[in-house]
């Protein structure tokens, strides 16, 4: 077939020319008060956020750090919904905080569309992904998702101890979407160097967070040119013969979009599957209930989903304003903290405590408003069936050491380190 | 009793579809929709209650009859 002139060297430098933006100075180290210094990348952030999230709902409620260029945290859920639903005053043109602000000229698509888009060109591009993610399609990807979950714990053998971060919840994620995508099953772990690059080296210098994140771009434009030469019924060949407004989409939306689907749905995912494994570990009584009682299981998962939702979005500030108290400044982020919100006692009864039939749970783990989570449907998907296969082949299991756990620093958070006691 | 969804405050998380299966469904984009003309059977008060209370978005309104 004809060479598909969007994808040529061209196309590798205009996405250079995306790096001019705006750097600020990387700041680490501890933090003297989290009101007027947070930093979610810090190891007390990702050892416990909630305590820090409780006190400054308290007395703050909207923190200010000068880290990052500048960022406000709000901790309440009424603040966090208001900037979801505020795509006016807030842009989601980067939704990962880090030392680097990409220029306004990315707009409309951004590096990730449709999360990194506002509207209106937001609604459009998300309509060309969201039959792939309905609840019925999805729902043919179970059957496999089953199979998979079956053979990874078949291979664990008869270890007494078994590391069911690294071994179980984040191969479960990767498989499905590199599935969706068409991509080689076998560079799953590749996929897991991306996903670090992207979502847990944000505190490093602009340029080596630049040099590493384009590692992501060279694998996708080989899967892009490997999807020319040979077209088939997946998300990339979709992507590549989708139009919008009577064209072909961009090289950028194209492979923005597949950074997207690849990314956003494998540490988010994983850390879902590993926070439910940790809490039912620490927590026999209410494993043994959802042993004997799987029937319950959707909706316990949704309380873990409230009570350990692993995502955190950023948006930047459009313009300079007073909002809510507070003097925000023209790209300044926001830290979108929908866990925070998810454990506002104005919102939720018994806040703190994971209630697994909790039957009212109106939480925000998937997000509110118009960039609702468009994987939730397959997240949901593979929490179930990850627990239920989990639940049903190794119904007794504890922490095999509470002080060897660790979890996962920055915007998505859940455990990295999960051994756990399986007989 | 009666269910009826804001189309301009759904977002598709399909929690109404979820819990009540048997008032609402979704569209092809994942959106959720009023089975029939939304009348509540007898007997499904509390599936349409749970769906509405469960709305992250608040997208549902109950109609109660008189």
Redesign the interface.
Known sequence: MAADDRFTEDFRELREEEVIGTRSEVVSGPISDWATDFSHVEPEWAADPYPIQDDLRQRCPIAHTRRFGGAWLPVRYEDVAAIAYDTDRFSSLSIILSNFRPPRELAPIGGSPPISSDPPFHHDARKLLLPAFTKGEIAKQEPGTRRFCHSLIDTLGEQEVVDVARDYAQHIPVRVIADMLGFPPEDGPRFRVFVEDLLEGVNLPPDERIARVSRLFDYLLDQVHDHLADPREDLTSYLLSAELYGQKLSADHVVGAMALLLIAGIDTTWSAIGASLWHLAKTPGDRERLVAEPGLLPTAIEEFLRAYAPVTMARLVKEDMHWHGVDMKADDWILLSFPAANRDPVQFDRAGEVVIDRAVNRHAAFGLGIHRCLGSHLARMELRVALEVWLQRVPEFTLADPSAVTWAAGQIRGPRKLPLRVR | MKVQIGPERC????RC??LAPGLFG?D???YGRVLGDGTVPPGKEHDAR?AA??????AIDLIEEA
Do not use: F
């Open positions: 977002q598709g998380h399909g579809y979820d979704d092809e984009e994942g749970l209370l469960n709305c992250p978005e608040h």
